[in-house]
């Protein structure tokens, strides 16, 4: 890893950070080293880690599991049980 110090045109220090790998990093110079070779660490130390899925995407998995749900059987009416015949036996007593 290659670290430089310049100045830009408008009077600002600045270091290029030129990593192994060919990745070339401008930080500005009020920033101490020792910080960003901490946090060149903790983001190398993030990168190997597996990508995190977001909360909603776990909640979406947790809503899609299936139970299984006992069911009751469903209680007819009691106008549905009776058949053709008793409804009009029915009728016809109520005239």
């Known amino acids: ?3 430089t110090q310049f100045t830009t045109i408008n009077g600002q220090k600045m270091i290029k ?3 192994d790998s060919g ?6 110079a009020a920033i101490p080293l020792e910080a960003l070779e901490a946090w060149r660490r903790r983001l190398s130390a993030e990168l190997k ?6 909360h909603r995407k776990v909640r979406q998995r947790w809503r899609r599991r ?11 009416r009691r ?3 009776m058949n ?3 409804r009009r ?6 005239r």
């Open 17 to 19: 950070i030129v990593t």
């Open 1 to 3: 890893m290659k670290v």
């Open 84 to 86: 053709l015949y008793t």
């Open 23 to 28: 990745v070339t990093g401008y930080v500005d």
């Open 89 to 94: 036996i029915r009728l016809v007593r109520r």
């Open 66 to 76: 299936l139970i299984p749900v006992r069911q009751r059987a469903r209680r007819t």
């Open 49 to 54: 880690r597996p990508p995190l899925l977001p």
């Open 79 to 81: 106008h549905q049980r």
